[in-house]
């Protein structure tokens, strides 16, 4: 069965630090699809990014950037020089080539950026 | 103009009524979903309609049936509601049903049972 763990439940940090939010994913699946949506504090979900299984390519979007490691079933987010505005709840999610389009979200990990 | 729309955002009712929650998306997609955040803010699907058919329907209790009358509409509505029915509820949509498209989400609905 798949599932997705986000360890660190809350994160907070100083404006312009870097910061690393953890996703571990279980699947049996051998092509599978991985996403991040952020949830701000006006509480829509708003959809980040998509990695293929077979892609292990680093993705890298202005301060944010996703590191892919099959090896290891991670699916690792980081936000470089973070901004008050990136505070938010974001979540981690893997759906299954064969899996109806089942989307299995992580608990979510809490970012608070502080001013 | 909002892609998927979902109404009312709010919503506050008495434990045992009956309520709808409806949902639009105007992206052309073919598949759209309902998911459920309860206060932990833990997301799980509850239903999924691929073109108005019926895709995925994840052990709901049956007080919930969703509707939809085409396939930029799925509907939701809660019979005989608990207090355990609290929670967000959000309506997505999809491209297609290939697993590999992302979800577009509302802004979700909150339902409070008093």
């Known amino acids: 069965a798949q599932k997705v763990t986000q360890a660190q439940t809350e994160i907070s940090v100083v404006e312009k630090e870097d910061v690393t939010l953890d996703c571990v994913y279980e699947?049996?699946?051998?092509?599978?699809?991985l996403f991040w949506y952020k949830q701000p504090p006006s509480g829509e979900l708003v959809f980040l990014i998509r990695r293929n299984s077979f892609d292990e390519q680093n993705e890298i979007s202005g301060r944010y950037s996703w590191n892919f490691q099959k090896s290891t079933s991670s699916f690792n987010f980081t936000i470089t020089a973070s901004q008050v505005v990136d505070s938010a709840v974001y979540f981690c999610a893997l759906s299954e080539r064969w899996g109806a389009q089942k989307l299995v979200f992580g608990q979510g990990t809490r970012l608070t950026i502080n001013p | 103009d909002t892609a998927v729309s979902q109404t009312p955002k709010y919503l506050v009712t008495q434990m045992g009524n009956d309520k709808s929650i409806k949902c639009e998306q105007n992206?052309?997609?073919?598949?759209m979903y309902w998911y459920k955040q309860d206060s932990k803010k833990f997301l799980k699907i509850m239903f999924s309609y691929n073109n108005k058919e019926l895709i995925i329907n994840e052990t709901v209790p049956n007080r919930f049936s969703p509707k939809s009358p085409d396939k930029a509409h799925l509907n939701l509505h809660i019979n005989s509601l608990e207090l355990g029915d609290s929670a967000v509820y959000f309506c997505?949509?999809?491209?297609?049903?290939?697993?590999?498209?992302?979800?577009?989400f509302g802004d979700g609905t909150r339902l409070s049972i008093l």
């Open positions: 997505a949509s999809s491209q297609s049903r290939d697993s590999n498209q992302p979800q577009h």
């Open positions: 992206l052309g997609h073919d598949t």
């Open positions: 699947t049996r699946d051998t092509t599978y699809y």
